[in-house]
Each structure stands twice: as structure tokens, then as C-alpha cells.
């Protein structure tokens, strides 16, 4: 797949979570926890939005970095293509860069 973000949107592919284990045994599965914020890498970054003097302002994250972001509520930013998954976020929903 080749998708390449607009304005000020990238492309994430979110890094799978551990499985959740209590000291019992029990395993929980993601859904047991409502996730608000999720890891990732950057695929793919946009150009940046435009300034009022017609300048891009360039995306602060680059391609290869692990962020964490907040993973969007709805379907639409949501990707899929065979089994990989991928969401398409604004710059303003990438909380933190993980080094």
C-alpha cells in the first residue's frame, strides 16, 4: 500500500501490545482496558499545513520514529490492508516521541 499523507496528517502503524496477565493467570485481552493513547512508528508524514504566508510549517515527528498518540475514536482514520493496520492522525493527536 502507498499512501502519502496530506497537510498535517501521518501515517502510523501501531506497535502490538503485551498481553495483559494477572498473578491468577488470567489473561486480559485489549479490550478489557479503555485504551485512550497507544505506541507506534511513523510510516509515512505530510508535508505540514500551510502558514498564512503560504509556507508549509514542517510535521515535528519523521519517518521511523516511535510515538505515542491517541488512537481515534472513529472508523475513518482507521486503515487496514491484509493484516496490518494503520491510523492516519493529525500532528496535534501525537502526544510524545519515545526514544
Do not use: C, Y
Not at 503485551?18 to 511513523?42: C, F
Not at 503560504?54 to 482507521?78: H, I, R, Y
Amino acid at each position: 500500500m502507498n499512501i502519502q499523507p496530506l497537510s498535517n496528517h501521518v501515517l502510523i502503524a501501531p506497535l502490538e501490545e503485551e498481553a495483559k496477565q494477572t498473578k491468577s493467570g488470567i489473561v486480559l485481552p485489549d479490550t478489557a482496558e479503555k485504551k485512550k493513547q497507544s505506541r507506534g512508528t511513523v510510516v509515512a508524514v505530510g508535508p505540514g499545513k500551510m502558514k498564512e504566508s503560504g509556507v508549509p510549517q514542517p510535521v515535528a515527528v519523521a519517518v521511523g520514529q516511535t510515538v505515542l498518540f491517541k488512537e481515534p475514536w472513529g472508523d475513518e482514520s482507521k486503515i487496514e490492508d491484509g493484516d496490518k493496520k494503520f491510523f492516519l492522525v493529525e500532528e496535534d493527536d501525537i502526544l510524545a516521541v519515545i526514544a
